[in-house]
């Protein structure tokens, strides 16, 4: 069991924005409150229209850090993780409402940013991720990929923004056993500590954890003078980088010369997931039919065709369904006879009276 949790965060502006005279759009928070250890960075998307991303991280890193810290027993013990995940998204929302109000943006994805974190409150540990990023594991034996860089094939990532962002959110929920440090990345780290056709992140990453072993004054000074001489100085065309740390005092630190600097390139196919998702949709239909037939239903005379973007569990939910049965028409038919005759019936009274009213 670890003896204490060290915690930091570094944030610099990459050589891409002081050329342009641009902002720094990356966050960073780091802090330990109510028995809660919590680091958060942000990186704010890049683009004319995202005018205002730099709001969106900063705003972004504080939500959600000051949120983990004041309900992660309620956030940890609930089993719905899409609740969870919805809550989160839920707050950024509001607090992102705010910034609108105050600035008069007109669109919130003029905020958009991505986001990552860890929260650790005694052995139970949270990591939540979306968008590009990175948040790497170090152990006793190595350095490992927690969470990978959520990047599409053309390079476009998801925001916290976006309509369903909570469904792009990755959460995990764990424990710290065997865990030396959780290091989190923005991609303007990333890019050049992880090679991700080989899944290796190089053994820097464990070097720059460690610094924090010196305490939180010394981790942050060290790292910020690592990233910007080594990743932001070595490009005219850098970007912000933001590193953050959770430092776990007492644990084992892997052997540096064990770590792996090199690895081979996954094997891979051309296949998708889309193809798997079209794949699959004949077989859901025939299960349908299965159950339906054992069910002692009625088998449909036709199939509707399944839409082609749907994901296998959307089409299977769909089919599911049960069917509404209609109302007896003969039994609508029938009282609507009844009371189009009483209604006929009280006209003509109604006639009658008028006439004999008139004589009268």
């Avoid at 962002?165 to 056993?177: G, P």
């Avoid at 002692?296 to 939910?317: D, F, H, L, S």
């Avoid at 609508?332 to 009213?357: D, P, R, T, Y």
Wanted: glycine share 8%; charged share 25%; with cysteine.
């Amino acid at each position: 069991m670890y003896k204490g949790i060290t915690v930091g965060a570094i944030t610099t502006i990459g050589n891409k924005h002081v050329n342009r005279g641009t902002p720094c759009e990356d966050a960073s928070y780091a802090v330990a409150r109510n028995g809660v250890s919590v680091v958060c960075i942000a990186d704010g998307a890049g683009g004319k229209q995202y005018t205002d991303a730099r709001f969106g991280s900063d705003c972004a890193v504080h939500v959600i850090t000051d949120t983990l810290c004041d309900h992660f027993d309620a956030l940890y013990s609930e089993n719905r993780e899409a609740a969870v995940r919805g809550y989160l998204m839920a707050k950024l929302r509001v607090a992102f409402a705010d910034i609108m109000e105050e600035r008069t943006i007109d669109v919130i994805d003029r905020l958009s940013c991505t986001l990552l974190f860890v929260a650790v409150k005694d052995r139970r540990m949270m990591i939540g991720h979306i968008g590009d990023g990175l948040i790497v594991r170090v152990s006793p034996s190595g350095v490992s990929p927690i969470s990978m860089p959520q990047n599409d094939k053309d390079g476009k990532t998801y925001f916290v923004t976006a309509a369903h962002a909570d469904n792009y959110m990755r959460l995990l929920k764990t424990t710290v056993d065997d865990v030396h440090a959780i290091a989190l990345m923005t991609d303007g780290v990333q890019d050049s500590v992880y090679n991700e056709e080989a899944g290796l992140v190089k053994p820097v990453v464990a070097k720059m954890a460690e610094t924090f072993a010196e305490g939180r004054e010394e981790g942050e000074k060290s790292v910020l003078e690592t990233v910007q001489k080594y990743i932001v100085g070595s490009s005219n065309a850098s970007d912000d980088a933001s590193f953050g740390v959770m430092y776990f005092e007492g644990t084992k630190a892997p052997d540096p010369a064990t770590l792996e600097s090199e690895a081979s390139k996954f094997a891979s196919s051309s296949e998708t997931f889309k193809d798997l998702s079209m794949a699959i949709k004949p077989e859901i239909i025939k299960a349908h039919e299965i159950i339906s037939k054992c069910a002692g239903e009625e088998p449909a005379v036709t199939q509707p065709e399944p839409e082609p973007e749907k994901a296998p569990e959307t089409v299977a939910a769909d089919k599911m369904e049960p069917e509404v049965q209609p109302k007896e028409p003969s039994k609508i038919s029938k009282i609507s006879i009844i009371m189009l005759a009483i209604g006929i019936v009280l006209c003509i009274i109604g006639a009658i009276e008028l006439v004999l009213s008139l004589k009268g």
